[in-house]
Nanobody
């Protein structure tokens, strides 16, 4: 069974920074795209950033220049460095990944973490 576990959320003042981490665990063969989503109260879940196996990144327009996604393939971990945080960044942040796992015939499935709360407020 594969699990994604986020950490690093918390409360911060506007203009502050946080670094989120998401670790994938289990009988993992490989991880394809890893992404961060967020969901604010009363709103739909939205894509924040994504990163491919080889490090190609994409960002939502509302975080470009402020957030940076990275990954450590050896640690099955994806990070989201968030800077210049705004109150509108307040949301639960979720990790998502396409993971190849299982034996003897590994298959690819999509997994979600449980989310970590980020609150930006003065």
């Amino acid at each position: 069974q594969v699990q994604l576990m986020e950490s690093g959320g918390g409360s911060v003042q506007p203009g502050g920074s946080l670094r989120l981490s998401c670790v994938a665990s289990g009988r993992i063969s490989s991880i394809n795209t890893m992404e961060w989503y967020r969901q604010a109260p009363g709103k739909q879940r939205e894509l924040v950033a994504g990163i491919s196996t080889v490090g190609t990144t994409n960002y939502a327009d509302f975080v470009k220049g402020r957030f940076t996604i990275s990954r450590d393939n050896a640690k099955n971990t994806v990070y989201l460095q968030m800077s210049s945080l705004k109150p509108e960044d307040t949301a639960v942040y979720y990790c998502n990944a396409d993971v190849r796992s299982g034996s003897p015939w590994p298959t690819v499935r999509n997994y979600w973490g449980q989310g970590t709360q980020v609150t930006v407020s003065s």
